[in-house]
């Protein structure tokens, strides 16, 4: 069963343009949402994470917007570079100390982004 | 700071083999989650270690074993390789208060694991 679908699997965006990635959860008990940039060779690095207590979280050219009702969450990434290229992987968590799954995280397939010049 | 890291970086094996992966946690950490990425996946949870012991494990089978030792770094042995053990196996180290960790979970660059 996957818990955490991601779409799309692969997208390409022109320098400068917007890159949308999507996220759906099945598990309510999840609460804590990241994502992760992972390089090719390299392990994924922490991009940026949302609760479920707020619709959206903006740190620089990354944005996390939120929609529980949905149980959807997707990344935007403004004014895409070509050094955005990379997998990214949205990810979720139930609450620490909810119990059995409160340690892992459950991935998404990820995304293989593209920003071409 | 020092961060998560890994050893070896590469590693082949014949099936049937056993084989032995280290992670050093980053510093300030205490509990260690050990992942596995196969080719163009996203990692699957395999194991946490926290106080030397097993603190949770996902659906990988008995042949997937863990230490964790008093300076907090980690070792994953996996018995009797299979060929679809060939994936890229990540560290990730994360701080735990009170039993409570933290949702934050730091990865090492990965081990990747070949087996023939």
């Known amino acids: 069963q996957q818990q955490v679908k991601q779409s799309p699997q692969s997208l390409i965006v022109q320098k400068g343009g917007i890159s949308i990635i999507n996220c759906a959860y099945e598990?309510?008990?999840?609460?804590?949402f990241p994502w992760y940039q992972q390089f090719p060779g390299k392990g994924p690095a922490l991009l940026i994470a949302?609760?479920?207590?707020?619709s959206e979280k903006k740190e620089g050219r990354f944005t996390i917007s939120f929609n529980k009702s949905a149980k959807q969450f997707s990344l935007h990434i403004m004014d895409s570079q070509p050094g955005d290229s990379a997998t990214y992987f949205c990810a979720a968590t139930p609450p620490p100390g909810s119990g059995a799954g409160s340690y892992q995280l459950t991935f998404g397939k990820g995304t293989k982004l593209s920003v071409i010049p | 700071e020092t961060g998560v890291t890994q050893s070896p970086t590469h590693l082949i094996k014949t099936r049937g083999q056993q084989v032995t992966l280290r992670c050093s946690s980053q510093?300030?950490?205490?509990?260690v989650s050990w992942y596995q990425q196969a080719l163009g996946q996203g990692p699957q949870f395999i194991f946490q270690?926290?106080?030397?012991?097993?603190?949770g494990r996902g659906n990988f089978p008995p042949r997937f074993s863990g230490l964790q030792f008093p300076n907090y770094s980690s070792e994953l042995n996996v018995n009797a390789l299979e060929l679809d053990d060939s994936a890229l196996y990540l560290c990730?180290?994360?701080?735990?208060?009170?039993?409570?960790?933290?949702?934050?979970?730091?990865f090492g660059p990965g081990t990747r694991l070949t087996v023939l």
């Open positions: 270690y926290y106080r030397e012991e097993e603190n």
């Open positions: 510093s300030g950490h205490n509990t």
């Open positions: 949302i609760r479920p207590d707020v």
């Open positions: 990730a180290s994360s701080l735990k208060t009170s039993g409570i960790s933290t949702d934050t979970q730091y």
């Open positions: 598990n309510t008990a999840f609460d804590y």
